[in-house]
Each structure stands twice: as C-alpha cells, then as structure tokens.
C-alpha cells in the first residue's frame, strides 16, 4: 500500500482494489465514493446547515446512496469525515474513497482506519 491507502487486497483471486479514506477534497474532485458496504453515492451537497440559526448541522454532507434491498436511493447525512454516526463509531453506511475493484465481504470485515 502507499500513501493513505488504508486497504488494499488480492486474496488469490486477481481482484485488487484499494480503499481510502473518506475525502471531501477529493471527493469534489471527482473521486469514487461507496459506502464501506459497496453501495453507490451521489452527494448533493457538503454544507448542509441549520436555516432558523444559520449554523451548520453536524452532519452536513447529503448524499443519496443506493440500496439493492430497497431498489431506490435513500438520503443519508454524514459528518464533514464521512461517518453517518454523530459519534463517530463504524458504519456500514460510512463513506470512503475507492480505486480499482473492491470485493465487498473484505470491506465489511474491515474497519477503515488510517495508517500512520
């Protein structure tokens, strides 16, 4: 792995991919989002805020992630790091930025950290 990278695997099978942390910078730039479950993103917007105080919520990134369960687009907040719990504990629904092929068991099996 190098850089940020925070996984990265081929378990014999020729499937490699590498996950990332979430990054808004990058994110904007055009990056591909998942969730750490595999489901697809589409963010609306990364300043959601509070309209009758004018502060921003703390999660204010708005996205639309996709559930094959449900077969529609379901409207998630997360905080400015991606995570959808306020407390910042792990979510399957938690962003992170992808490249390659990923295999979706090993993302559930991991918990996205970054290396140090």
């Known amino acids: ?7 990265s695997n081929d378990k ?7 996950i990332l942390p979430f990054d808004p910078e990058k994110a904007k730039k055009g990056a591909k989002v998942t969730t ?7 963010i609306i917007c990364y300043d959601r805020y509070d309209s009758s105080t004018g502060e921003s919520y703390p ?4 996205a639309l992630i996709y559930s094959s369960i449900l077969q ?4 998630i907040s997360y905080t400015e790091d991606g ?23 090993y993302l559930l099996s991991k918990e996205v950290k970054k290396e140090e």
């Not at 014999?12 to 590498?18: D, E, L």
């Not at 529609?72 to 409207?75: A, D």
């Not at 995570?83 to 068991?105: F, P, Q, W, Y």
């Open 12 to 18: 014999g099978m020729g499937v490699k991919y590498k």
């Open 1 to 7: 792995m190098g850089g940020d990278a925070v996984g």
């Open 72 to 75: 529609r687009e379901e409207i």
């Open 36 to 42: 750490i479950s595999g489901d697809d993103v589409r």
């Open 83 to 105: 995570k959808h719990n306020v407390d910042k504990s792990t979510s399957e629904l938690d962003l992170v930025i992808v490249g390659g092929k990923m295999d979706r068991n």
């Open 59 to 62: 999660q204010p990134i708005v």
